[in-house]
């Protein structure tokens, strides 16, 4: 135990911080916790905390052993303050934090550490119907970076196939800004035409054109103070890029039919499905629009290497589809809803769970319910037909990777080992060697 007048400054330093903290040994034990940890993450009253790993998590085990990122792990092996993002237990349930840890040492040079904990509001670890959902590793790294990017101005360029959320993040880097209480201004790009990218983006002036009885703001100035949200901006035609270019490089713009300039003042985040730089290959996008919009890139993951998150997924989906009602899926349905492809990610689930919901019969729905649901899927077959455990083998997902997948949805199920070995008909020590495996 470190020297007690050692030990009563440190207390007297966490416990001038505003957010939660605590100061751990080298070997995780909690020694110190401050009066806002007590009461976000903890019983006020408890005296022993015990460790930290499994005060955060449950484990029994370090972080890193469980295969997450030891924030302790990082500042002792880096020798300074290391910033991670986790999940952490909480008496409401869940929640995302970012943990900030600092080395220091006693009046003997042993190591301890400051840990300062803050929520991060940009997702939910719970199922929600307003927030981005999720628990996954792929899930918290692309959660990271929205955190990271999201309080600065940085142009941020959001990357990921269709159905993966990206509006969402869109929403989550502006509420994290300090932009959030001036306004959220979406523009789709495919739809733009030729003859309204101007008039829709800059708007125009009376009699600018046929038609232009009346004076019309543009997108740009509506967004004034706010975040600008260019979605699909790959397809934007390569004549019209420049037009764009000429915004983002002056900060300013004409409306249609007008000699004056105006100010343009927002925070740019594009989307994109695109392989971007396959494009300025290609000669179809230009390179220093590219660099201009691609600033801070966020790869945003799918749903196949996020699998671990289908259940809670499937909970939140559930609410948006059906808030008045307690739906839920079987083990079993969803098990079966985890060997599906999900091309079209996110977007694809929220369709198929909308026709399980019309299919069903009561408000747990099995899985015949959602074979029924994904029959009804206009998929593509070859003439020999073809079943989805057919179409996962000739996309070469092999046994251990269709076992892995399904014992990653199961472990949400049945978060109690002993009951996942029963419900599997194995015994514990087969499970903990696959799930090791």
């Given amino acids: 135990m470190p020297d007690s007048g050692w030990l009563t400054s440190l207390r007297n330093i966490i416990e001038s911080y505003d957010s939660p903290a605590l100061l751990i040994d080298q070997h995780y034990t909690i020694v110190l916790a401050n009066s806002h940890y007590r009461k976000r993450f903890s019983e006020p009253e408890a005296d022993a905390l015990g460790k930290c790993y499994s005060l955060s998590h449950g484990y029994t085990r370090p972080c890193d052993q469980e295969g997450e990122t030891c924030p302790l792990q990082t500042c002792s092996s ?8 986790h999940v952490h237990n909480t008496p409401r349930g869940k929640e995302h934090v970012s943990i900030e840890t600092t080395p220091v040492f006693d009046e003997q040079q042993r190591p301890y550490f400051i840990e300062v904990v803050k929520p991060v509001l940009e997702a939910s670890a719970e199922p ?3 927030r981005m959902i999720g628990r996954s590793a792929a899930f918290n790294r692309m959660v990271d970076l929205i955190h990271r990017a999201g309080p600065t101005d940085v142009s941020v360029l959001l990357m990921g196939a269709s159905g993966t959320g990206k509006e969402l993040a869109a929403k989550a880097l502006h509420e994290a800004s300090a932009r959030a209480l001036k306004p959220f201004v979406t523009v789709e790009c495919s739809g733009l035409t030729d003859s309204l990218f101007e008039s829709e983006l800059f708007g125009h002036v009376k009699g600018a054109f046929t038609g232009a009885s009346h004076a019309r703001m543009g997108l740009v100035e509506s967004c004034q103070g706010g975040t ?4 699909e901006v790959g397809d934007i035609p390569l004549h019209l890029q420049v037009k ?6 002056t900060g300013t713009f004409r409306p249609v039919g007008s000699n004056q300039s105006r100010i343009a003042d927002f925070r740019l985040v594009c989307a994109t499905h695109k392989d971007l730089p396959a494009l300025v290959e290609q000669g179809d996008f230009r390179e220093d629009l590219f660099h201009r919009i691609g600033t801070f890139p966020i790869p945003l993951p799918s749903l196949a290497d996020r699998l671990d998150d289908l259940p809670l997924l499937v909970s939140s989906l559930l609410l948006v589809i059906a808030p008045n009602e307690a739906l839920s899926l079987t083990p079993e349905a969803l098990a079966l809803l985890s060997t599906h492809p999900f091309r079209g990610n996110i977007r694809e689930l929220k369709n198929i769970l909308h026709r399980a919901v019309v299919l069903r019969q009561q408000n747990r729905m099995d899985e015949s319910v959602i074979q029924q649901a994904l029959d009804l899927l206009p998929v593509k ?8 455990l057919e179409d996962l ?8 990777e269709l076992e892995r997948r399904y014992l990653s949805v199961l472990q949400c199920v049945f978060p109690d080992k002993a009951s996942l070995a029963k419900h599997l008909g194995c015994s514990l020590r087969t499970l903990y060697r696959k799930l090791d495996r």
């Fill in 78 to 85: 880096s020798g300074v303050t290391a910033q991670v993002l």
């Fill in 128 to 130: 929600s119907a307003e």
């Fill in 381 to 388: 077959t070859d003439e020999r037909g073809g079943t989805r």
């Fill in 228 to 231: 600008l949200f260019l979605d």
């Fill in 393 to 400: 083998a000739r996309e070469g997902v092999d046994l251990i």
């Fill in 244 to 249: 764009l270019l000429r915004l983002i490089e």
